[in-house]
C-alpha cells in the first residue's frame, strides 16, 4: 500500500518484498544513471553473480531494442536490469528476451487483471500501447558471452501526458489501464519472481516448453506484418515463433517461409 508519490526504489524496499532465489538477491540502487543495462554491463565485468539486480529512478540514456530511445517519469516507473550468466552461445540468447517479455506479460496480466499481449519480440502491450519493453544484451568479445545483461522497463505511475508528445499516443502505463497507482516494489518482485522461474525453466530444458506459452501472447498471431529484407518492404502473415526464439512468417504473396531474427515488425492495421 506504498503508493502517494511512490518513493524510492530503495534496496531494503526491495528487498522486503522478494520471494526469488536468486534474482535481486543484490540490489545495486542508483537514484539516476545512464542505463541500468550499461550499470549492470560494468558490474558483470568487475565479476557480479547472475541474479545481481540493477535498480534505478531515473535514466538520462535509456535505450531500446534497435537503437530506439526509451523514456520514463523520474521515480514513477519502473526500470531494471538482471546479470545473467547462462552460458550460451551468443546465437543461442533471442529466446532470453522472449523468456523476460513473456514473464513481464504474464506478471502485469495477473497484477492488473487486463488483457496484456507481447509484439515480438520484446515489447509488451496492454491498455491500448507499449506498458513495458525488454532490452538483452550479451557481452562482446570472442567465444560465449561472459554474460548477458536483461533490462526491463515498465511504465507504472507515469501517465501518458507525462511522456513527450511524439510517445503520448503509443505508450500505456500501469496507472493509465488500471486507473491506480502501484507500489512499485511489489511489482518488481512479482516480475523477477516470474522471471527467475521462466529462465530457470530455460536452462533446464530450452525455449521449446516455454513456446507455447510466448505464442498465447503475441499479439500478431495470424495477422498481416511487413518488414523489410534487402531493400524492399515484404508483407507476410505471422505463423508462430521458432524454438530458437526466431519469428515464422509466410510471405504474401508467394506463400514462402522465413524466419525473422533482426527485424523490425510492423503490424498492419
Ligand atoms: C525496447 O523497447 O526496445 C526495450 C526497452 C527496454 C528499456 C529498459 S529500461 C531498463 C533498461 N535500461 C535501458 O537502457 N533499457 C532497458
Known amino acids: ?4 508519490g511512490d518513493g524510492p526504489l530503495l534496496p531494503a524496499r526491495i528487498r522486503r518484498a522478494l520471494g526469488t532465489g536468486r534474482f535481486g538477491r543484490r540490489v545495486y540502487y542508483f537514484p539516476e544513471t545512464e542505463s541500468t543495462n550499461t550499470a549492470a554491463a560494468r558490474l558483470a565485468r568487475a565479476g557480479e553473480d547472475e541474479g545481481t539486480l540493477v535498480v534505478s529512478d531515473r535514466q538520462t540514456r535509456g535505450r531500446g531494442r534497435l537503437d530506439h530511445e526509451w523514456w520514463s517519469a523520474e521515480g514513477r516507473d519502473l526500470l531494471f536490469t538482471v546479470i545473467l550468466r547462462p552460458g550460451l552461445s551468443a546465437g543461442a540468447l533471442l529466446p532470453v528476451t522472449l523468456v523476460f517479455a513473456a514473464a513481464a506479460a504474464a506478471t502485469l496480466s495477473e497484477r492488473l487483471c487486463v488483457d496484456v499481449a507481447v509484439k515480438w519480440p520484446n515489447d509488451v502491450l496492454a491498455g491500448g500501447g507499449k506498458i513495458a519493453g525488454v532490452l538483452a544484451e550479451a557481452s562482446s568479445g570472442t567465444g560465449q558471452p561472459a ?72 499479439a500478431a498471431s495470424g495477422r498481416r506484418v511487413s518488414f523489410e529484407r534487402d531493400g524492399r518492404r515484404v508483407t507476410a502473415t505471422v505463423e508462430g515463433v521458432g524454438d530458437d526464439g526466431g519469428l515464422r512468417v509466410r510471405t504474401l504473396p508467394g506463400g514462402a517461409d522465413l524466419v525473422l ?8 492495421t
Do not use: K
Open 147 to 218: 554474460f548477458v545483461v536483461v533490462g526491463t522497463g515498465v511504465n507504472v505511475n507515469s501517465v501518458p501526458d507525462d511522456f513527450p508528445r511524439a510517445l503520448r499516443g503509443l505508450v500505456s502505463t500501469c496507472r493509465q489501464a488500471t486507473g491506480r497507482e502501484w507500489d512499485r516494489a511489489a511489482l518488481l518482485a512479482s516480475l523477477l519472481a516470474a522471471m527467475e522461474a521462466r529462465y530457470d525453466h530455460f536452462l533446464r530444458e530450452g525455449f521449446a516448453g516455454l513456446r507455447r506459452d510466448y505464442e498465447e501472447l503475441l
Open 261 to 268: 531474427y533482426s527485424e523490425e515488425v510492423t503490424v498492419e
Open 1 to 4: 500500500m506504498i503508493p502517494a
